[in-house]
């Protein structure tokens, strides 16, 4: 029997009826982009992840540029980020004009290093070409970044901050999610990410009424909302009025039907796949270095990363014994060549060695104690 990486069938024999239902529901009354279950979505959502609002869009990489445009970031401004990361983080960026600053990870926990952050803020500030804008913190492999210290830097620089929770939507640290730190949280819907759809999306999730409703406008093509028409008079539909320049960026209502469904067993998928990580904690960390969570921190394990001085011959190995597995990232961003002209104050060696090191195992909610402990006896049998 081949061994799934992730397995989003067993997800959906647990929840085809209800899954099914709501799919015929909106095929029934037909509002399919922007209809009712969207907002319904939408507050589910924040309430999970106990922010004030959340708005939805198309996936998980404009949630985190709804945010930097509504703030007008741009031209001759720098957002710091890791390059240890999905493309995405730092890809939306150069969109508004801006520039990525590549700041480096901790060893344990591959989230961003709040000293190097520091660093990187005062080297861009000493060379005077940019102006520090704003901060993507990268919930990398389902962990919450270090939030009370990256927030305390940002806010003592004026810097807003940005929860990149593609990976790690549902985690907590110390209970609280990441919004407790951050101006905005954003995740991915994609179907892979620990909460995803059928199809792409992603949602950003904020405690400012006002952000959300400039994002509201920015995702639907610059329409005007309330605060736009306050004193304000038209002799034509306002629908038709553009007040900034925006995007098509909606969530459809087939997929917020289908992430309601999800969303209700999203709190036990994470139960279990902590009983996931234990059990390969207990079976490998004698092999290999498994992962380290952040003191107080909950982890939704989108990835079980674990790292060993021969990653690909043990990734040959383990395919030979039909355990698939992945390297998440094998090429950190500031060495992609389309990044590479970006700041990088105090070089990235963690990242660098990371990339070379790192191998992703199947993890996900529904993975059965005797598929699991064949893949450990794999992993253990690899004499590289
Ligand atoms: C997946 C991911 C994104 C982007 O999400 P999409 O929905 O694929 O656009 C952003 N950041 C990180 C860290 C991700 O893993």
């Known amino acids: 029997m081949t061994i799934a990486f992730i397995d989003l069938a067993a997800q959906q024999r647990r929840l085809k009826p209800q899954i099914d239902a709501a799919i015929q529901k909106v095929l029934a009354h037909g509002a399919y982009v922007m209809g009712p279950e969207v907002r319904e979505f939408e507050a589910q959502l924040a309430a999970f992840g106990q922010a004030r609002r959340a ?28 390059s240890f990361t999905f493309a995405a983080t730092p890809e939306v960026v150069p969109w508004t004009g801006a ?100 199809g792409d999306g992603g949602a950003v999730l904020t405690n400012d009424d006002a952000l959300w409703d400039v994002m509201d406008s920015l995702r639907v093509h610059g329409k005007a909302v309330a605060a736009d028409l306050e004193g304000r008079s038209f002799d034509h539909d306002p629908k038709y009025l553009n007040t900034r320049i925006g995007m098509n960026s909606r969530l459809d209502t087939l997929q917020a039907a289908i992430l309601i469904e999800k969303l209700a067993v999203f709190a036990s998928e994470i139960e279990a796949r902590q009983t996931v990580a234990a059990r390969y904690a207990e079976g490998l960390s004698d092999v290999v270095k498994v992962p380290a969570v ?91």
């Not at 520039?99 to 709040?114: G, R």
């Not at 005077?128 to 970044?145: H, N, S, T, W, Y």
């Not at 830097?153 to 985690?171: E, T, V, W």
């Not at 190995?317 to 104050?345: D, E, F, I, N, S």
């Open 294 to 384: 952040i003191s107080g921190g909950v982890s939704v394990w989108a990835q079980y990363t674990v790292e060993h001085d021969d990653r690909d011959g043990l990734a040959a190995h383990l395919k030979t014994q039909g355990v698939p597995t992945a390297a998440y990232y094998p090429v950190p961003m500031h060495r992609q060549a389309p990044y590479a002209h970006y700041p990088q104050p105090g070089g990235l060696p963690v990242s660098e060695a990371a990339a070379d090191r790192v191998i992703a195992l199947p993890m996900h909610a529904y993975l059965e104690a005797d598929i699991q402990d064949r893949i450990i006896a794999a992993v253990r049998g690899y004499n590289g």
């Open 99 to 198: 520039e990525p600053v590549f700041v480096d990870v901790l060893e344990d926990t591959y989230n961003l290093d709040p000293d190097k952050l520091e660093a990187a803020i005062a080297a861009i500030k000493a060379e005077g070409r940019l102006e520090p804008r704003a901060v993507i913190a990268v919930d990398l492999f389902g962990q919450p970044a270090d939030y009370p210290r990256i927030a305390e830097i940002a806010r003592r620089h004026g810097l807003k901050l940005i929860a990149d929770s593609a990976q790690g939507f549902g985690g907590s640290l110390h209970g609280k999610h990441p919004i407790h730190w951050a101006d905005v949280a954003t995740t991915s819907f994609f179907p892979a990410k620990p909460l995803g759809c059928y």
């Open 55 to 82: 708005l939805s869009c198309a996936n998980g990489t404009d949630a985190i540029a709804l945010p930097l445009m509504a703030w007008g970031i741009g031209a001759g401004d720098a957002v710091f980020c890791p």
